[in-house]
Protein backbone atom coordinates (compact mmCIF):
# COMPACT_ATOMS: atom_id res chain seq x y z
CA UNK A 1 0.00 0.00 0.00
CA UNK A 2 0.92 3.14 -0.89
CA UNK A 3 0.65 6.41 1.78
CA UNK A 4 0.79 10.09 0.37
CA UNK A 5 1.05 13.20 2.36
CA UNK A 6 0.47 16.52 0.67
CA UNK A 7 1.95 19.91 2.71
CA UNK A 8 2.81 23.34 1.14
CA UNK A 9 -0.66 24.35 0.71
CA UNK A 10 -1.78 28.08 2.58
CA UNK A 11 -2.94 31.48 2.00
CA UNK A 12 -1.51 33.16 -0.19
CA UNK A 13 -2.80 36.86 -2.04
CA UNK A 14 -3.40 36.97 -5.83
CA UNK A 15 -0.16 36.88 -7.86
CA UNK A 16 1.64 34.75 -5.28
CA UNK A 17 3.34 31.51 -5.24
CA UNK A 18 2.90 28.18 -3.46
CA UNK A 19 5.04 24.46 -3.49
CA UNK A 20 3.38 21.72 -2.65
CA UNK A 21 4.57 18.80 -2.13
CA UNK A 22 3.31 15.09 -1.70
CA UNK A 23 5.78 12.58 0.23
CA UNK A 24 5.20 9.04 -1.05
CA UNK A 25 5.95 5.66 1.25
CA UNK A 26 5.69 2.15 1.23
CA UNK A 27 5.82 1.72 -2.75
CA UNK A 28 8.23 2.04 -5.64
CA UNK A 29 7.88 5.78 -5.89
CA UNK A 30 10.11 5.82 -9.41
CA UNK A 31 8.44 3.49 -11.11
CA UNK A 32 4.74 5.59 -10.46
CA UNK A 33 3.12 7.95 -12.44
CA UNK A 34 2.47 11.31 -9.82
CA UNK A 35 -0.52 13.40 -10.43
CA UNK A 36 -1.96 16.52 -8.76
CA UNK A 37 -5.50 16.95 -8.56
CA UNK A 38 -8.08 20.15 -7.05
CA UNK A 39 -11.36 20.23 -5.76
CA UNK A 40 -13.02 23.40 -5.30
CA UNK A 41 -16.25 23.92 -3.33
CA UNK A 42 -19.11 22.65 -5.24
CA UNK A 43 -17.03 21.17 -8.50
CA UNK A 44 -15.56 18.22 -9.64
CA UNK A 45 -12.14 16.89 -8.50
CA UNK A 46 -9.85 17.80 -11.72
CA UNK A 47 -6.37 17.28 -13.09
CA UNK A 48 -3.56 19.65 -12.75
CA UNK A 49 -0.71 17.92 -13.53
CA UNK A 50 0.73 14.23 -14.12
CA UNK A 51 4.41 13.63 -14.24
CA UNK A 52 5.29 9.77 -15.46
CA UNK A 53 8.01 7.76 -14.39
CA UNK A 54 10.17 8.54 -17.15
CA UNK A 55 9.73 12.67 -15.98
CA UNK A 56 7.36 13.31 -19.30
CA UNK A 57 5.01 15.90 -17.72
CA UNK A 58 1.05 16.99 -19.19
CA UNK A 59 -0.91 19.91 -17.64
CA UNK A 60 -4.25 21.35 -17.69
CA UNK A 61 -4.54 23.82 -20.30
CA UNK A 62 -5.49 26.67 -18.71
CA UNK A 63 -2.39 25.93 -16.43
CA UNK A 64 0.48 26.11 -18.66
CA UNK A 65 2.76 28.24 -18.09
CA UNK A 66 1.98 29.35 -14.24
CA UNK A 67 2.16 25.71 -12.70
CA UNK A 68 4.82 23.39 -12.90
CA UNK A 69 5.00 19.50 -11.71
CA UNK A 70 8.49 18.08 -10.70
CA UNK A 71 9.34 15.02 -8.72
CA UNK A 72 12.69 14.09 -7.06
CA UNK A 73 13.04 10.05 -7.05
CA UNK A 74 15.44 10.44 -4.24
CA UNK A 75 13.34 11.41 -1.94
CA UNK A 76 10.13 10.46 -2.99
CA UNK A 77 8.51 12.85 -3.23
CA UNK A 78 6.68 15.18 -6.35
CA UNK A 79 6.09 18.68 -6.37
CA UNK A 80 3.79 21.54 -7.93
CA UNK A 81 4.88 24.87 -8.13
CA UNK A 82 2.46 27.20 -8.25
CA UNK A 83 3.28 30.61 -9.71
CA UNK A 84 0.48 33.73 -10.97
CA UNK A 85 -1.80 32.36 -8.86
CA UNK A 86 -5.25 33.65 -9.08
CA UNK A 87 -8.46 33.16 -6.94
CA UNK A 88 -10.01 30.60 -9.15
CA UNK A 89 -7.17 28.14 -7.96
CA UNK A 90 -8.60 28.09 -4.65
CA UNK A 91 -9.16 24.49 -4.07
CA UNK A 92 -8.09 21.33 -2.18
CA UNK A 93 -5.40 19.75 -3.95
CA UNK A 94 -4.65 16.41 -4.02
CA UNK A 95 -1.99 14.09 -4.77
CA UNK A 96 -2.53 10.82 -6.62
CA UNK A 97 -0.43 7.74 -8.03
CA UNK A 98 -1.31 5.18 -10.30
CA UNK A 99 0.60 2.11 -9.08
CA UNK A 100 -0.97 0.20 -12.08
CA UNK A 101 -3.95 0.88 -14.69
CA UNK A 102 -6.85 -0.28 -12.13
CA UNK A 103 -5.17 0.63 -8.68
CA UNK A 104 -4.40 4.18 -7.24
CA UNK A 105 -3.89 5.94 -4.24
CA UNK A 106 -4.64 9.33 -3.10
CA UNK A 107 -3.72 11.52 -0.68
CA UNK A 108 -6.08 13.30 2.28
CA UNK A 109 -5.06 17.16 0.15
CA UNK A 110 -4.22 20.48 1.40
CA UNK A 111 -6.04 23.49 1.05
CA UNK A 112 -5.04 26.35 -1.25
CA UNK A 113 -6.63 29.47 -0.35
CA UNK A 114 -5.91 32.43 -3.04
CA UNK A 115 -7.60 35.45 -1.52
CA UNK A 116 -6.38 39.54 -0.80
Known amino acids: QVQLVESGGGLVQPGGSLRLSCAASGGIFRLYTMGWYRQAPGKQRELVAKITSGGITNYRDSLKGRFTISRDNAKNTVYLQMNSLKPEDTAVYYC??????????WGRGTQVTVSS
Open 96 to 105: KTDVTKTLAY
